[in-house]
């Protein structure tokens, strides 16, 4: 009997294992499983208001937001299901996913004034590109472990990005930029920095890699616990009473400005490295 449960625990460990290896750096399935399905192309007008905004709420999928300077969002990928399963599931329901998939493509897509919410409709994995406004407003949600990193490029609204277990790009934006991941990296390209409201990049396992404009004016609050933080901007550190020597890393809260200080942007991290460089 004990062999028995021996075995048993040894089996269930190898299944956990082998599940949580596959969950670690994005829970990636195949690419035939991702494109599988017939490419289709689903569009709502957003409208003009300042308050515009599309919230995103995904998983187990790779996607891109890119900007353009129309009024619509436009959603480009495929179908979640083979061919065949597709004919075999004609005219049923899926039960796992009670939101109603009415892009043809595993998404819902909801609108209520001036804001556009799409979300994950399907279990199966997709890849998508997602145009909008470039100055509408996006909020990014990773809603559960199975990952899917993450690109934006060309937006000049807000932007806010929650992930758990993939990686995020952001080039050209000007932000504000709120942006957290547990287990992935953070690169963010900015145009300009908005200055009306304050950024905080984040991770808790994963570099940040941060690209701003050479005359940027910022008050910087960083923080690595684990790690190191490099940068080629002048940042005028504080400097501790007891000493003349500037805190670069080893922990230390390190408050900075550059071009004599601006709106706020705080960047933390547990367990790595930060960069922050002037674009070329």
Same mark, same amino acid.
């Given at each position: 009997?004990?062999?028995?449960?021996?075995?048993?625990?040894?089996?269930?460990?190898?299944?956990?294992?082998?599940?949580?290896?596959?969950?670690?750096?994005?829970?990636?399935?195949?690419?035939?499983?991702?494109?599988?399905?017939?490419?289709?192309?689903?569009?709502?007008?957003?409208?003009?208001?300042?308050?515009?905004?599309?919230?995103?709420?995904?998983? $187990?999928?790779?996607?891109?937001?890119?900007?353009? =300077? /129309?009024?619509? +969002?436009?959603?480009?990928?495929? &179908? #979640?299901?083979?061919?065949?399963?597709?004919?075999?599931?004609?005219?049923?329901?899926?039960?796992?996913?009670?939101?109603?998939?009415?892009?043809?493509?595993?998404?819902?897509?909801?609108?209520?004034?001036?804001?556009?919410?799409?979300?994950?409709?399907?279990?199966?994995?997709?890849?998508?590109?997602?145009?909008?406004?470039?100055?509408?407003?996006?909020?990014?949600?990773?809603?559960?472990?199975?990952?899917?990193?993450?690109?934006?490029?060309?937006?000049?609204?807000?932007?806010?990005?929650?992930?758990? $277990?993939?990686?995020?790009?952001?080039?050209?934006? =000007? /932000?504000?930029? +709120?942006?957290?991941?547990?287990? &992935? #990296?953070?690169?963010?390209?900015?145009?300009?920095?908005?200055?009306?409201?304050?950024?905080?990049?984040?991770?808790?396992?994963?570099?940040?890699?941060?690209?701003?404009?050479?005359?940027?004016?910022?008050?910087?609050?960083?923080?690595?616990?684990?790690?190191?933080?490099?940068?080629?901007?002048?940042?005028?550190?504080?400097?501790?009473?007891?000493?003349?020597?500037?805190?670069?890393?080893?922990?230390?809260?390190?408050?900075?400005?550059?071009?004599?200080?601006?709106?706020?942007?705080?960047?933390?991290?547990?367990?790595?490295?930060?960069?922050?460089?002037?674009?070329?």
């Amino acid at each position: 009997m004990k062999r028995a449960l021996l075995l048993a625990g040894a089996s269930l460990l190898l299944t956990w294992n082998s599940f949580a290896q596959t969950a670690v750096g994005g829970g990636r399935k195949s690419d035939s499983e991702e494109t599988r399905g017939e490419a289709k192309t689903f569009k709502m007008k957003l409208g003009g208001g300042k308050d515009k905004q599309v919230r995103i709420f995904m998983y $187990n999928s790779h996607v891109q937001v890119l900007g353009h =300077s /129309g009024d619509d +969002v436009i959603i480009e990928g495929r &179908g #979640t299901a083979a061919a065949g399963d597709a004919a075999r599931a004609e005219g049923l329901k899926p039960l796992y996913n009670t939101l109603e998939d009415n892009t043809g493509m595993g998404l819902s897509a909801v609108k209520e004034n001036n804001t556009l919410t799409i979300t994950k409709a399907s279990r199966a994995g997709g890849r998508y590109i997602i145009r909008v406004p470039k100055n509408a407003s996006v909020q990014y949600k990773e809603t559960n472990w199975t990952g899917g990193n993450l690109t934006m490029a060309d937006l000049d609204g807000e932007i806010e990005v929650k992930l758990n $277990n993939a990686s995020a790009t952001l080039n050209n934006v =000007s /932000g504000p930029v +709120v942006a957290n991941t547990t287990n &992935g #990296t953070l690169d963010v390209k900015f145009s300009s920095l908005d200055q009306s409201k304050p950024n905080a990049i984040s991770t808790v396992n994963g570099k940040i890699d941060i690209t701003l404009p050479a005359n940027t004016k910022a008050n910087f609050k960083l923080k690595s616990l684990m790690g190191e933080i490099y940068t080629d901007f002048d940042m005028n550190l504080k400097k501790e009473a007891k000493s003349d020597l500037p805190m670069i890393g080893g922990g230390n809260n390190i408050d900075g400005k550059t071009n004599g200080g601006g709106v706020e942007m705080s960047i933390q991290t547990i367990n790595s490295d930060i960069f922050i460089r002037k674009k070329k």
